[in-house]
Structure formats: C-alpha cells, structure tokens
C-alpha cells in the first residue's frame, strides 16, 4: 500500500537534546511538507522541499532543520534551538504539479 | 497575505441531524480550497477539494462544499450526520508562490456528536 509513514509515533527528549523526525513516502510524489500543529490551533509551515536537494523555509522555520537527500525521505531535526519544541508535527507529501497533499500519521514530541 | 477563517471553533450536533461548517478565505486570486478531518492523534485526510468549475463539490464520506465567491466562503456540509463523523475539521486555501504550492490552514472546528 502507498502512503506517508512516521516514526516514532510518541518522542520523548530532554531540554536540550536534538532531536531527527523520520517522514518516509512511497508515492512518488516530488513535494514534500512539515508541519507543526498545537492545541487549538490550525497547522503551521516548517519547512517544505520540491525537489530532491532543495527546501525553503515555511513560516516558522526557526529552531528547525531538514534534508532531502532522497525523493522518498524528508527528516525533520528539531534542535536545541527551538524554543518550545513539544507539539504534534505532521509530514505531508504531494505530487509537484497538483495541488492537494497527503498526510502522515504525525509524531508527537515532548520535551522536558 | 493569504488566510483562512473558521469562526466556529467547537460545533455540537446530534447523530442524523445536518451539519454546517463555515470557511471565510481571503486570498487575491483564485482559491484551490480543501476541507481535511482529523481524528484525534491522526493525520489528516482529504475530504474534498474546490479547484475550478461546479461550485457545488462532493467529497468523501458524503460530505459536500459549496464555493461562493462572493461570500469568500467555502463552507462544508453533510445531510445527516453519523457518530463516527466526531472529528476536528479543518479548511485550507493553496497560496501558490511561483512553482512553490503551500496550504494555509484554519484553525480548525471540533465537532461533537451526540447519540
């Protein structure tokens, strides 16, 4: 079956820590997206990668790190950076030239 | 800027009744819109999407949206409404930059279902 697969589905790390989010797709599609979403709120850009090897900052790219090295991966590093890092982070993919994107399973991270 | 505005932030409705949602967007151009559900500590999946055409979409789950432009709304609904429907939904408009698409979301509208 084709999909967005995450992992871990729960992270725990101390204050402090980096911590790497795995996002892998099998759907061949070019683009791909993470996001960060908290309680009450709608889900916010991180960063986002069209093609292999290039990726742009989203709206709140502070704190955030990414590679594309591959079509299929996209890993989210959260760094020491960030300032409030527990949230619940969702990996999405599309195909370049359509519009609508898929969503992973997210990965919840506390930090302590 | 483009943004995204869901004024009802938690809706309470009994199963078989209809259900409205409301979506107001504010975007120059001409909106790809999309409404996502998402079931508590899940992703999100794609109810249906607006591009172009029919302003009336159907979508999965026997959910429909209506576009009115000149309401900027894109408004979700649903004839009868079954306990499973219990979910957080969200709208989004695509803010195309150049070849880059990007969603904007709203904040999203927590719906409950009572038996």
């Known amino acids: 079956d084709g999909g967005i697969t995450q992992s871990p589905k729960y992270l725990f790390r101390k204050e402090g820590q980096n911590v790497t989010l795995s996002c892998e797709q099998n759907l061949n599609h070019d683009a791909m997206y993470w996001y960060r979403q908290d309680p009450g709120q709608g889900l916010r850009l991180i960063y986002y990668s069209q093609i292999v090897n290039d990726f742009q900052k989203g709206d709140i790219a502070e704190g955030y790190s990414v590679s594309r090295e591959k079509k299929e991966s996209f890993p989210l590093t959260v760094t020491s950076a960030q300032k409030n890092p527990t949230a619940f982070y969702l990996c999405a993919s599309s195909f370049r030239e359509r519009y609508e994107q898929y969503f992973g399973p997210g990965t919840r991270l506390t930090v302590t | 800027a483009q943004s995204v505005t869901q004024p009802d932030i938690h809706i309470t409705v009994s199963e078989g009744a209809s259900l409205e949602l409301r979506c107001n967007y504010s975007y120059g151009a001409t909106p790809y819109l999309f409404w996502y559900v998402q079931s508590p500590g899940q992703g999100l999946q794609l109810l249906l999407k607006?591009?172009?055409?029919?302003?009336l979409v159907q979508g999965i789950k026997g959910f429909e949206a209506e576009f009115k432009r000149s309401q900027s709304s894109f408004n979700l609904r649903k004839p009868s409404v079954h306990w499973s429907d219990a979910a957080e939904y969200f709208c989004?408009?695509?803010?195309?930059?150049?070849?880059?698409?990007?969603?904007?979301f709203g904040s999203g509208t927590q719906l409950t279902v009572l038996p």
């Open positions: 607006y591009f172009s055409g029919d302003t």
């Open positions: 989004a408009v695509d803010a195309a930059s150049g070849s880059a698409r990007q969603l904007t």
